[in-house]
């Protein structure tokens, strides 16, 4: 028989958590059904607050507990690995209010961390906000985004994001100026544990047709361009200095290279697509063939854009 035999299990929650309100709970929660690529173990509990205040007291309560908490967004950026993640994995999809300043002309929206970017993009189509076309495609929650600095056609989050609500591992939260924040490439350079609750966006005002049009334009650029409708985590690789990771890739002759289940994409080379069949082990064993191939042929040592998460190995007893 195979069953969790982590400490963080329902009758520890139930001894320490019941009594935070506001919060639906899952126990061995299958990870593979919140990633995009479909892949994952269970996550022990699996948490989606209502409010915000739900997950500031959540997470002030863990860390009196001491129990690891992981934060996840759209799981579109992730490996999870089979053996699941340890103690609490909190999704944000629930923190997901949207709301105009008060003067339109202040450009100025208020979103939450778990605010789907497709959703956030359709309002600005509706209401005439520019500056965020370019994310048209990318399957994210907006702290998810935030976080990984997300970016596409020459923009990146850094751009747009004017303030942060951050919450802290023992549930205090803090407003920062979007200037204060450390941006780089894919990453948003701040050190420890801290979630994004909420952002103000800067947008610009425009006709709404154009809007569209351009997110529209965006989109299918990138239909042509990745595997859009197949199940991958986007860009495996951070592309290196002066170079794209998926010609590298190519060159390396890896483009349509397999692991069981998982396969570097036809379409394009730093996509990894899983066939439905596909597990962490494999998706991590093509990462490692991947690696090595374009190191051989070109020098380059490659990095992981893709977060990898959880334990190894399930566990068996
Ligand atoms: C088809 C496809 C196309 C893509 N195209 C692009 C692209 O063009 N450009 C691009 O940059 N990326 C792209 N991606 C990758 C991915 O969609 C982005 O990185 C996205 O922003 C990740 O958001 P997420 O909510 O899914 O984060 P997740 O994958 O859930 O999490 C990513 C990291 O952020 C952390 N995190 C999640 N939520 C929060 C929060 N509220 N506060 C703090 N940390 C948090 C997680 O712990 C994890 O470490 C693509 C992916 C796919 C599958």
């Given amino acids: 028989m195979t069953m969790n035999a982590s400490p963080f299990n329902q009758d520890w929650w139930n001894r320490k958590f019941s009594k935070v309100p506001g919060l639906e709970v899952r126990f061995d929660e299958s990870m593979s059904r919140h990633t995009t690529l479909s892949i994952g173990g269970p996550a022990d509990i699996y948490v989606l607050p209502d409010t915000e205040a739900s997950f500031e007291d959540l997470l002030g309560l863990a ?103 951050l919450v802290d591992r023992s549930g205090r939260t803090h407003r920062i100026p979007g200037s204060e924040i450390p941006f780089r490439y894919r990453d948003w350079g701040l050190e420890g544990d801290r979630f994004v609750l909420a952002a103000n966006l800067s947008v610009g005002l425009a006709e709404p047709v154009d809007v569209l049009n351009r997110i529209t334009l965006y989109l299918e650029e990138k239909r042509q361009r990745q595997p859009v409708s197949d199940r991958s985590a986007g860009s495996v690789f951070r592309n290196p200095p002066d170079g794209s990771a998926w010609k590298l890739i190519d060159e390396a002759g890896m483009r349509g290279a397999v692991e069981g289940g998982v396969r570097v994409s036809e379409t394009h080379a730093n996509f990894f697509v899983n066939d439905g069949t596909g597990t962490a082990e494999q998706f991590s064993a093509l990462l490692d063939r991947v690696k090595r191939a374009v190191e051989e042929t070109a020098g380059v040592r490659l990095e992981p854009e893709i977060h990898i998460l959880g334990r190894v190995r399930s566990i068996h007893v």
Avoid at 128 to 155: D, H, K, Q
């Fill in 63 to 165: 860390d009196r507990e001491q129990a690891p908490v992981t934060v996840v967004g759209g799981g579109s950026n992730l490996l999870v690995q089979d053996g699941g993640i340890e103690g609490i994995v909190v999704s944000l999809r629930r923190l997901a209010r949207l709301e105009e300043h008060a003067e339109r002309d202040a450009g100025i929206l208020v979103a939450g961390g778990g605010l789907s970017l497709a959703r956030l993009l359709r309002f600005c189509a509706e209401r005439g906000y520019t500056g965020l076309e370019w994310a048209s495609g990318i399957p994210g929650l907006l702290g998810g985004a935030v976080r990984m600095n997300a970016g596409s056609f020459g923009f990146e989050m850094k751009d747009s994001v004017e303030s942060l609500s």
